[in-house]
């Protein structure tokens, strides 16, 4: 039976050991605040109580946070003096602990390596300004340059980027980097694993980093270790410990495979069975892969040393950042491509000021001429991104939204509903997958620019996760991004705004109180 696999009880235990932790935190809260009520200290007890809830409130209003965040937890501190304080200092606060600054620092050290060219932007912003000042935004807020000499591969299903993935791999020579939120034993990954060992014993450089909260429930806790004794560098991004941590908020969910510096894989796709539709658990899973080859690698190369680094590479030796460019092996596979348009492989942190992600949705909504079309599993919308979609709809751009059919997460997916409301008045056309769940993120506008990655329309994607995109520019596989959206609408049901007035009379009071607590889920 699966509950009795390798490792299932001790990750029980860890659970139920910070759950216990926090009923005693709670419970000592209480047992202090009815103390003190019942004694002559009361006045002076919410005299402090409301000096800290007012400190706290000027603190939170001047993080870096987006509004509708602080004004959610502002709320919920205010409602719940003690419990909301303590609930956000574990669990949501965006200030920078020491270690969180060194973790930048050792990130960005690492990252500066990328080799950028300046004279790429020369063709981009003639031919393509307003793309160029995206393309400028991301290297300025992430430290992430834009690359020609590369060539994209697009597919539409994880079930057609997973034989390519093996035959990838099978490939490999040198060195293979791995780094996804969601690993799980099936077909999919131990076809990886087994090639994994094979390269090992061949004295491959093979290096896996896996979220440890995201693979808790499907990998035995031996995982790690059992890797590590066949030869292969594994390692758990931010471990899930036996007591409350405020590190346990910040997931790596990223999704990145380098094969040799010159081939790279991304896109919405976990190494589990449902993402190639082997296993099926909401329906047909709808998702999305890219295999990027050539000079763009190194982006995705960099993004994963850099994580690698910042969170177990300190006492390692120095990296020799020029044996794992694109260049030292890319005559293996005929040399570099022939340039079609623009790549800018990127990373989102938590830890930074910058919410890059946010950054990269909202400046292809603002400046889509034409027509929008997105895709996501969820839609969390804060009040800029809702606002920007509306507007554009009301300016004659064709917005097109895809979202599932069959939910993962039910409360998640009242939410989705709920925000389709303003989207739909505004003339935003909204389809549901019916045949199953849409996990794909992807934006693509005007046959110009697209993007595509691991970062979802919710608050935790957005603000609180590491993530990673694509940035695409002019390159012809945007038309097969297009072409794939638009024969997903047409096995899809169209939603309409008498459809959701009707499902409001039915959930309007669950979708307020879900709505007021959205940017904490």
Not at 275 to 289: C, L, Q, V
Request: a positive charge; aromatic letters at 16%; proline letters at 3%.
């Amino acid at each position: 039976m699966k509950i009795f696999r390798s490792g299932f009880w001790t990750k029980a235990f860890i659970c139920l050991i910070v759950l216990f932790e926090l009923g005693l935190l709670i419970y000592f809260i209480y047992v202090l605040s009815a103390g003190f009520l019942q004694s002559t200290f009361a006045l002076l007890f919410l005299l402090i109580l409301f000096l800290l809830n007012l400190l706290t409130v000027v603190v939170l209003f001047n993080t870096h946070s987006q509004v509708d965040y602080k004004l959610s937890w502002l709320s919920f501190i205010c409602i719940l003096p003690v419990f909301g304080l303590v609930f956000y200092v574990l669990f949501a606060h965006k200030f920078q602990t020491t270690r969180q600054k060194e973790f930048l620092n050792r990130y960005n050290m690492t990252l500066k390596e990328t080799s950028k060219n300046p004279l790429i932007y020369t063709s981009l912003e003639r031919d393509f300004p307003a793309s160029a000042k995206i393309a400028h935004y991301i290297e300025n807020a992430s430290l992430s340059p834009i690359y020609q000499n590369s060539s994209l591969e697009y597919f539409s299903l994880g079930d057609e980027a997973f034989p390519i993935m093996i035959e990838e791999l099978k490939k490999a020579k040198h060195y293979i980097f791995l780094e996804y939120f969601i690993i799980h034993p099936g077909l999919f990954w131990d076809s990886i694993e087994k090639i994994l060992i094979e390269k090992a014993k061949e004295g491959l450089d093979i290096r896996l980093l896996y979220d440890d909260f995201g693979s808790m429930s499907t990998l035995p806790i031996d995982f790690a270790s059992r890797l590590k004794k066949a030869g292969i560098q594994c390692n758990a991004f931010s471990k899930i410990r036996p007591f409350l941590d405020i590190r346990m908020n910040n997931r790596d969910h990223r999704k990145i495979l380098v094969i040799d510096g010159h081939t790279a894989f991304s896109g919405g796709i976990n190494l589990a069975d449902e993402y190639i539709n082997k296993k099926s658990r909401f329906g047909h899973w709808k998702d999305n892969a890219v295999m990027v080859k050539g000079k763009a690698v190194e982006g995705f190369t960099f993004l994963f040393l850099s994580n690698w680094k910042a969170s177990f590479g300190v006492k390692d030796a120095p990296l020799f950042y020029d044996y794992y460019r694109p260049e030292t092996f890319i005559d293996e596979i005929g040399g570099f491509p022939k340039s079609d348009g623009y790549l800018q492989p990127y990373g989102d942190l938590p830890y930074d000021k910058y919410s890059v992600g946010v950054g990269v949705y909202s400046s292809m909504i603002m400046r889509a001429r034409k027509y929008l079309y997105i895709s996501t599993p969820y839609l969390i919308l804060d009040t800029q991104l809702k606002a920007e979609l509306v507007q554009a709809a009301l300016s004659g751009v064709a917005v097109r939204l895809l979202i599932p059919g069959i939910p993962d997460k039910k409360l998640v997916y009242s939410l989705t509903e709920f925000n389709c409301g303003e989207l739909l008045k505004a003339g935003v056309r909204i389809y549901k997958y019916t045949p199953g769940f849409v996990h794909q993120k992807m934006f693509i506008s005007d046959d110009e620019v697209a993007t595509c990655g691991t970062i979802n329309l919710d608050y935790r994607a957005l603000y609180l996760h590491m993530e990673n995109g694509l940035f695409v520019v002019n390159n012809s596989k945007i038309s097969s991004m297009r072409d794939d959206f638009l024969s997903t609408l047409e096995v899809s049901k169209e939603m309409s705004l008498e459809d959701w007035k009707k499902r409001r009379k039915r959930c309007l009071l669950k979708w307020i109180f879900l709505n007021f607590f959205s940017p904490l889920l």
